[in-house]
């Protein structure tokens, strides 16, 4: 058996709660790291999703609800901290009495150049958790590269336009391959197509893109941010389950006790569902929030946050469809078994 390079996934990946206190400089810590990815939601109203990094850097917002163009925003999100970030008095981030999640990733702290692909990308790419923020600029036409930095081909990448027009988020991931794409802002099923990744699988040091002005852009100069990860045994898997319709659902392995989830229908129409083992802790009921949406969370459900996967109790056609097919990410609390060879402790 293979064990896990990454014994301590909050090293990498970690969802904080906080509760927003209504002043400005405040500092959210505990995040045990300084995030080159944050992605926070109120959870208690419909307030959008706001995301945030390191290489379009502080006080650009995107939101995954929505097909926007990037935002400027100077009294949200004002820094990355070596233990967290900064946000000042705002609703979306820091409302008084208002409870937020936020969910960080750690990338390299800093920028780099890539010249692996056709165009130029900088990145900020964290090999060993197999993560990379990537920014490019696009040229309005298809069949062009652009370096991820990962060194193993990404399982999965969310690509999107920054603006100035409107544009949706796009998605690949390996279980669908590069004929098909999903819209992160969006609840379709998947969709063939040739326009988002040009048919071509992404390797170890570039994805391609198709011809669509969503990856590429509708004229030359369009800016675009893509997250891309690539899956690392003990920490992430990036894969695929068939629901049942079922209160005892389809076991899904992941190899770790999961610390976040979020799954999508790939077969049908399904909204794009999040969890996490922080809101309500050992199997999570009340905390369905919607990456496509900005809804409140809500308990669709008790979902199973076991010692090697996951399973859902309930029988939404969002996560668990009789016969639906479902693509997932999902991040590790522990791994199954440790590097050294020892089984992690059950909870």
């Not at 293979?2 to 810590?29: E, W």
């Not at 900088?122 to 923020?133: L, Y």
């Not at 994805?207 to 045994?233: H, M, P, R």
């Not at 979020?262 to 399904?270: E, F, I, L, R």
Request: include cysteine; charge should be negative; charged fraction near 15%.
């Amino acid at each position: 058996m293979a064990y896990t390079p990454i014994d301590k996934s909050s090293d990498y990946f970690n969802t904080k709660l906080y509760t927003g206190n209504g002043s400005n400089n405040t500092s959210i810590t505990g995040v045990g790291f300084q995030p080159d990815w944050v992605w926070v939601k109120a959870r208690n109203i419909e307030y959008g999703h706001k995301l945030f990094d390191v290489v379009r850097g502080q006080g650009k917002r995107l939101s995954t609800n929505d097909a926007n163009a990037e935002s400027t925003v100077t009294n949200e999100l004002t820094s990355f901290n070596s233990d967290g970030f900064t946000t000042n008095n705002n609703n979306g981030m820091n409302e008084n009495n208002r409870p937020y999640v936020a969910w960080n990733w750690l990338a390299a702290n800093g920028t780099a150049s890539n010249t692996a692909g056709t165009i130029n990308s900088t990145v900020s790419v964290n090999t060993t958790a197999g993560f990379s923020v990537v920014g490019y600029t696009g040229t309005a036409t298809s069949g062009v590269t652009i370096g991820h930095g990962l060194g193993v081909k990404p399982n999965m990448i969310i690509v999107k336009n920054r603006g100035p027009d409107a544009a949706n988020w796009q998605v690949y991931h390996s279980f669908l391959g590069a004929t098909k794409y999903l819209g992160l802002n969006e609840n379709n099923a998947s969709v063939t197509s040739n326009t988002r990744w040009n048919n071509t699988e992404p390797t170890t040091s570039v994805f391609t893109l198709g011809s669509s002005g969503d990856v590429v852009g509708d004229s030359s100069g369009e800016t675009f941010i893509a997250y891309c990860f690539a899956e690392k045994q003990g920490y992430s898997k990036f894969g695929n389950y068939v629901g049942n319709g079922s209160t005892d659902g389809t076991f899904i392995y992941t190899g770790f006790s999961t610390a976040f989830i979020m799954v999508k229908s790939t077969s049908s129409s399904g909204q794009w569902f999040m969890f996490d083992n922080k809101r309500e802790g050992y199997n999570p009921e009340n905390d369905r929030l919607i990456a496509d949406v900005g809804d409140a969370e809500a308990d669709p459900g008790e979902t199973d946050f076991l010692s090697n996967g996951f399973k859902m109790r309930f029988t939404s056609g969002n996560a668990n469809g009789s016969g639906v097919s479902y693509i997932y990410m999902a991040f590790a609390e522990n791994p199954f078994v440790t590097s050294t060879g020892i089984p992690a402790p059950a909870r």
